[in-house]
């Protein structure tokens, strides 16, 4: 069964730090670019920061570059969003989505073929 699960998420005060892991099964990430989005309440989906198969490309959006890292470890089937610096805007719930056929990386959601169930972040004092 093809699955991606998302966990890492919870409560956390502004300033603080998550990260998130995204384990794939029933594939292998290998040849997937992976994507993280998140939806907030009322909120349109939005891409956060995305990666290549290989790891040599990611993107990350103007409100999170600088803050949050992606990484994959492809031997453990695995993608990370390491998030620092954390804000109260950045509550939502984390997606993690794998896309085969992707050239380099992208934030556009229809581009992927599997997502995760999601993880809730809460940036809250």
């Known amino acids: 069964q093809v699955q991606l699960v998302e966990s890492g998420g919870g409560l956390v005060q502004p300033g603080g730090s998550l990260r998130l892991s995204c384990v794939a099964s029933?594939?292998?990430?290998?040849?997937?670019?992976i994507g993280w989005f998140r939806q907030a309440p009322g909120k349109e989906r939005e891409g956060v920061s995305c990666?290549?198969?290989?790891?040599?490309?990611?993107y990350y959006t103007k409100s999170t570059k600088g803050r949050f890292t992606i990484s994959r470890d492809n031997a453990k089937n695995t993608a990370y969003l390491q998030m620092n610096s954390l804000k109260p805007e950045d509550t939502a719930v984390y997606y993690c989505?794998?896309?085969?056929?992707?050239?380099?990386?992208?934030?556009?959601?229809?581009?992927?073929?599997?997502w995760g169930q999601g993880t809730q972040v809460t940036v809250s004092s």
């Open positions: 990666i290549s198969s290989s790891g040599d490309i990611a």
């Open positions: 029933g594939f292998t990430l290998d040849d997937y670019a």
């Open positions: 989505a794998a896309g085969l056929k992707i050239m380099g990386a992208t934030m556009r959601p229809v581009m992927y073929d599997y």
